[in-house]
């Protein structure tokens, strides 16, 4: 079973008092993955990108002069964590002033109606995603519609965003790039940021996972599903960076590269073969898939 079959399963268990409620909202706090909630220490990536997240799930705070920027929320149970670790750095929580994601899936938008509640930032989300967030993930391609309720609390977007748009505040500017597939609006984001010797280019990468429950070609909820995987591993490909990270640390090998005692050291985060092989092996996933008929 996967981890959603698990966190959908659960999601229903909490619904069952409430199933009279057409509103009902199961904002799942708690799965059999402790590394989603475990603390991490907070650091310096890069220039003024710092990781705020748990141990596994990523979330970063890009700082500027007229706020901050904060990408992804983690779980509804982790917003005292994320917002100790951005105090813990020395900066105030209350000065963010947009919030972003990689993907509309509860574990990384979870804090989400939280954050933007005890901030008052403005959501920016892909266009894709933005009716996912603004209905708790009732309609997720493959979990919503389940006549349970949201998976997670709903929030309001005030800016949907498309490819290549760019967001800016305070002299930094980000560009959003489209990599739909494990979402309808996953994304990615290119920056460039400046520290006391030199600028890098960040990727901060959503990576193509393709979820079991996926029917290739398409499906009925998304039809095109296929095709925009295929488009996001070429796309992924192109992308040229000087250092990369992702929505999940697992998956650029945070632990492995960085001690939590460590210092900072962006070149840490720059092996851009592990992205590659990181990328190729989703494809493989993907066709693995698509041979066996799924």
């Known amino acids: 079973m996967s981890i959603f079959r698990t966190i959908l399963f659960v999601s229903i268990l909490l619904l069952t008092s409430l199933a009279n409620s057409p509103h009902a909202t199961a904002q ?12 991490y220490k907070p650091f310096r990536i890069a220039g003024n990108i ?3 997240g748990t141990y596994d799930l990523a979330c970063y705070l890009i700082t500027t002069p ?5 990408i992804n929320a983690a779980l509804a149970g982790t917003v005292d964590q994320v917002k100790a670790n951005v105090e813990a750095l020395g900066f105030k929580f209350s000065d963010i002033k947009i919030l972003l994601i990689s993907q509309a899936h509860f574990d990384h ?3 989400l109606a939280a954050i933007q509640k005890m901030t008052g930032a403005k959501v920016m989300i892909d266009d894709q995603d933005a009716p996912v967030v603004e209905d708790g993930g009732n309609s997720d391609y493959i979990y919503g519609g389940k006549g349970v309720g949201s998976l997670f609390a709903p929030v309001h977007v005030d800016r949907k965003l498309h490819d290549h748009d760019n967001i800016t505040l305070g002299g930094t500017q980000l560009e959003m790039l489209h990599h739909p597939g494990h979402t309808k609006g996953s994304c990615s984001y ?8 030199r600028s890098y280019r960040v990727l901060i990468a959503n990576i193509p996972y393709m979820l079991s429950e996926v029917t290739l070609p398409g499906m009925p909820t998304y039809p095109n599903v ?3 995987f295929m488009y996001t591993y070429g796309a992924m490909r ?3 960076f000087d250092i990369w990270v992702a929505a999940h640390s697992s998956q650029f090998g945070l632990q492995d590269v960085r001690k939590e005692t460590d210092g900072y050291n962006p070149g840490a985060f720059g092996d851009k073969k592990k992205y590659l092989t990181t990328i190729d092996k989703t494809e493989d996933i993907y066709k693995e898939h698509f041979k066996g008929g799924k």
């Not at 993955?33 to 603390?39: L, M, T, V």
């Not at 290119?190 to 010797?197: G, Y």
């Open 190 to 197: 290119l920056l460039t940021v400046k520290d006391e010797h």
């Open 50 to 52: 710092y990781y705020v």
């Open 109 to 111: 938008v979870g804090g």
């Open 238 to 240: 192109k992308l040229q």
């Open 66 to 70: 007229q706020g901050h920027i904060l």
């Open 28 to 39: 799942v706090t708690n799965t059999d993955r402790p590394e989603w909630s475990k603390p």
């Open 226 to 228: 296929g095709k925009d």
